[in-house]
Protein backbone atom coordinates (compact mmCIF):
# COMPACT_ATOMS: atom_id res chain seq x y z
CA UNK A 1 0.00 0.00 0.00
CA UNK A 2 2.85 2.55 1.08
CA UNK A 3 4.31 1.51 -2.05
CA UNK A 4 1.38 2.29 -4.01
CA UNK A 5 1.00 5.55 -2.55
CA UNK A 6 4.52 6.39 -3.08
CA UNK A 7 3.90 5.68 -7.33
CA UNK A 8 1.40 8.11 -7.50
CA UNK A 9 3.08 10.95 -5.39
CA UNK A 10 5.82 11.17 -7.57
CA UNK A 11 3.66 10.24 -10.49
CA UNK A 12 1.38 13.17 -9.91
CA UNK A 13 4.33 15.16 -8.79
CA UNK A 14 5.91 14.63 -12.17
CA UNK A 15 2.93 15.72 -13.71
CA UNK A 16 1.92 18.35 -12.01
CA UNK A 17 5.46 19.94 -12.95
CA UNK A 18 5.29 19.58 -16.77
CA UNK A 19 1.83 21.49 -16.60
CA UNK A 20 3.32 24.28 -14.50
CA UNK A 21 6.62 24.22 -16.47
CA UNK A 22 4.90 24.93 -19.71
CA UNK A 23 2.34 26.80 -18.32
CA UNK A 24 5.36 29.48 -17.25
CA UNK A 25 6.92 28.58 -21.04
CA UNK A 26 3.63 30.18 -22.59
CA UNK A 27 3.41 32.78 -20.16
CA UNK A 28 6.85 34.20 -20.83
CA UNK A 29 6.38 33.77 -24.60
CA UNK A 30 3.06 35.64 -23.70
CA UNK A 31 5.19 38.83 -22.47
CA UNK A 32 7.16 39.49 -25.52
CA UNK A 33 10.21 39.81 -23.38
CA UNK A 34 11.81 36.24 -24.45
CA UNK A 35 11.49 33.09 -23.73
CA UNK A 36 14.11 30.52 -22.91
CA UNK A 37 15.91 29.53 -26.26
CA UNK A 38 14.84 25.84 -26.69
CA UNK A 39 11.06 27.01 -26.40
CA UNK A 40 11.57 29.96 -28.96
CA UNK A 41 12.88 27.45 -31.61
CA UNK A 42 9.55 25.87 -30.67
CA UNK A 43 7.67 28.41 -31.05
CA UNK A 44 9.06 29.64 -34.00
CA UNK A 45 8.41 26.86 -35.85
CA UNK A 46 4.58 26.97 -34.75
CA UNK A 47 4.30 30.70 -36.04
CA UNK A 48 6.67 30.05 -39.75
CA UNK A 49 4.47 26.62 -40.44
CA UNK A 50 0.96 27.97 -38.89
CA UNK A 51 0.93 25.24 -36.75
CA UNK A 52 0.26 24.11 -33.15
CA UNK A 53 3.23 24.54 -31.17
CA UNK A 54 3.01 20.75 -29.55
CA UNK A 55 4.02 19.69 -33.58
CA UNK A 56 7.16 21.76 -32.81
CA UNK A 57 8.22 20.88 -29.96
CA UNK A 58 7.39 16.78 -31.23
CA UNK A 59 9.42 17.69 -34.27
CA UNK A 60 12.11 18.91 -32.24
CA UNK A 61 12.16 16.51 -29.59
CA UNK A 62 12.28 13.43 -31.67
CA UNK A 63 15.09 14.84 -33.62
CA UNK A 64 16.97 15.79 -30.25
CA UNK A 65 16.56 12.27 -29.65
CA UNK A 66 18.43 10.39 -32.57
CA UNK A 67 21.42 13.25 -31.91
CA UNK A 68 21.97 11.60 -28.46
CA UNK A 69 21.79 8.10 -30.05
CA UNK A 70 24.21 9.34 -32.43
CA UNK A 71 26.64 10.85 -29.60
CA UNK A 72 26.37 7.88 -27.74
CA UNK A 73 26.58 5.25 -30.85
CA UNK A 74 23.65 3.46 -29.24
CA UNK A 75 19.65 2.92 -30.25
CA UNK A 76 17.67 6.13 -29.67
CA UNK A 77 15.78 6.18 -26.04
CA UNK A 78 12.59 6.79 -27.26
CA UNK A 79 10.99 6.76 -23.31
CA UNK A 80 12.50 10.42 -23.43
CA UNK A 81 9.82 11.46 -25.99
CA UNK A 82 7.35 10.25 -23.22
CA UNK A 83 7.29 13.96 -21.54
CA UNK A 84 7.18 15.82 -24.76
CA UNK A 85 3.82 14.39 -25.65
CA UNK A 86 2.70 15.92 -22.65
CA UNK A 87 4.33 19.01 -22.94
CA UNK A 88 3.05 19.27 -26.23
CA UNK A 89 -0.46 18.73 -25.07
CA UNK A 90 -0.43 21.17 -22.25
CA UNK A 91 1.69 23.74 -24.32
CA UNK A 92 -1.26 23.49 -27.02
CA UNK A 93 -3.85 24.00 -24.06
CA UNK A 94 -1.91 27.20 -21.73
CA UNK A 95 -1.14 28.71 -25.34
CA UNK A 96 -4.99 29.17 -25.61
CA UNK A 97 -6.37 29.83 -22.38
CA UNK A 98 -3.79 32.42 -21.29
CA UNK A 99 -4.21 34.29 -25.34
CA UNK A 100 -6.53 37.33 -23.52
CA UNK A 101 -4.32 38.20 -21.00
CA UNK A 102 -3.50 41.77 -21.85
CA UNK A 103 0.17 42.77 -22.61
CA UNK A 104 -0.14 46.60 -24.06
CA UNK A 105 1.29 47.96 -20.78
CA UNK A 106 5.21 47.03 -19.99
CA UNK A 107 5.20 46.85 -16.08
CA UNK A 108 2.30 43.65 -17.14
CA UNK A 109 4.40 41.91 -19.43
CA UNK A 110 7.70 42.67 -16.56
CA UNK A 111 4.98 40.68 -14.21
CA UNK A 112 4.13 38.19 -16.58
CA UNK A 113 7.41 37.25 -17.43
CA UNK A 114 8.42 37.28 -14.25
CA UNK A 115 5.72 35.18 -12.99
CA UNK A 116 6.37 32.95 -16.16
CA UNK A 117 10.33 32.26 -15.49
CA UNK A 118 9.19 31.55 -11.78
CA UNK A 119 6.99 28.56 -13.36
CA UNK A 120 9.35 27.72 -15.34
CA UNK A 121 11.74 26.56 -12.36
CA UNK A 122 9.27 25.29 -10.18
CA UNK A 123 7.94 22.84 -12.70
CA UNK A 124 11.25 21.99 -13.82
CA UNK A 125 12.45 21.22 -10.06
CA UNK A 126 9.21 19.11 -9.67
CA UNK A 127 9.17 16.86 -12.89
CA UNK A 128 12.83 16.11 -11.98
CA UNK A 129 12.10 15.35 -8.20
CA UNK A 130 10.34 11.70 -9.00
CA UNK A 131 13.42 10.84 -11.05
CA UNK A 132 11.14 9.74 -13.95
CA UNK A 133 12.14 9.73 -17.88
CA UNK A 134 13.47 13.43 -18.44
CA UNK A 135 12.71 15.28 -21.37
CA UNK A 136 14.97 14.54 -24.67
CA UNK A 137 17.26 17.95 -24.28
CA UNK A 138 17.83 17.27 -20.22
CA UNK A 139 19.08 13.37 -22.02
CA UNK A 140 21.67 15.17 -24.63
CA UNK A 141 23.13 17.25 -21.88
CA UNK A 142 23.65 13.55 -19.52
CA UNK A 143 24.82 12.21 -22.98
CA UNK A 144 27.51 15.15 -23.46
CA UNK A 145 28.82 14.70 -20.03
CA UNK A 146 29.28 10.78 -20.66
CA UNK A 147 31.72 12.34 -23.06
CA UNK A 148 33.60 14.21 -20.41
CA UNK A 149 32.26 17.55 -21.09
CA UNK A 150 31.06 19.40 -18.13
CA UNK A 151 27.26 19.98 -17.03
CA UNK A 152 28.04 23.97 -17.60
CA UNK A 153 29.70 23.44 -20.74
CA UNK A 154 27.20 21.30 -22.10
CA UNK A 155 23.87 23.12 -20.44
CA UNK A 156 26.01 26.28 -21.78
CA UNK A 157 26.84 25.40 -25.55
CA UNK A 158 23.21 23.82 -26.08
CA UNK A 159 21.38 27.11 -25.22
CA UNK A 160 23.85 29.01 -27.22
CA UNK A 161 23.42 26.88 -30.28
CA UNK A 162 19.45 26.93 -29.81
CA UNK A 163 19.80 30.52 -29.42
CA UNK A 164 21.30 31.16 -32.64
CA UNK A 165 18.99 28.90 -34.07
CA UNK A 166 15.94 30.59 -32.34
CA UNK A 167 17.82 33.86 -33.70
CA UNK A 168 17.52 32.39 -37.28
CA UNK A 169 14.14 31.19 -37.43
CA UNK A 170 13.06 34.59 -35.67
CA UNK A 171 11.69 33.08 -32.48
CA UNK A 172 10.40 34.93 -29.56
CA UNK A 173 13.67 35.60 -28.24
CA UNK A 174 15.04 38.76 -26.42
CA UNK A 175 16.62 39.75 -23.05
CA UNK A 176 14.36 37.66 -21.13
CA UNK A 177 16.08 34.72 -23.05
CA UNK A 178 19.52 35.77 -21.28
CA UNK A 179 17.85 36.35 -18.09
CA UNK A 180 16.49 32.88 -18.35
CA UNK A 181 19.48 31.28 -19.55
CA UNK A 182 21.29 32.67 -16.71
CA UNK A 183 18.67 32.21 -13.76
CA UNK A 184 16.92 29.23 -14.80
CA UNK A 185 19.67 26.94 -13.21
CA UNK A 186 19.86 28.14 -9.52
CA UNK A 187 16.70 29.04 -9.40
CA UNK A 188 15.13 25.33 -10.62
CA UNK A 189 18.59 23.90 -7.61
CA UNK A 190 16.78 26.11 -4.67
CA UNK A 191 13.05 24.98 -5.69
CA UNK A 192 14.40 21.45 -6.41
CA UNK A 193 16.50 20.78 -2.73
CA UNK A 194 12.64 22.72 -1.17
CA UNK A 195 10.33 19.91 -3.25
CA UNK A 196 12.55 17.25 -2.16
CA UNK A 197 12.54 17.61 1.33
CA UNK A 198 8.54 18.13 0.96
CA UNK A 199 8.26 15.21 -0.45
CA UNK A 200 10.27 13.01 1.62
CA UNK A 201 7.94 14.17 4.83
CA UNK A 202 5.08 13.23 2.84
CA UNK A 203 6.17 9.84 2.73
CA UNK A 204 6.51 9.27 6.23
CA UNK A 205 3.41 10.88 6.84
CA UNK A 206 1.65 8.58 4.69
CA UNK A 207 3.17 5.40 5.42
Not at 8 to 22: S, W
Not at 46 to 65: E, P, Q
Not at 125 to 137: E, S
Not at 164 to 175: N, R, S, T, Y
Amino acid sequence: MYKMKKNILRYLTFLMGILIMTLGVSLTVKSGLGAGSYDSINFAIAYIFHINVSIGIYATALLIVFITAFIRKSRPRFQTFIPSVIMGITTDIWVRVIKTIPTDILYMRIFIFIAGALMVSLGIAMYMTPKLPTNPTDDLMVALTEKKFSITKSKLGIDILCFVIAFILKGPIGVGTVILTLAIGPTVDIFYHGIDAVLKNFQVEVA
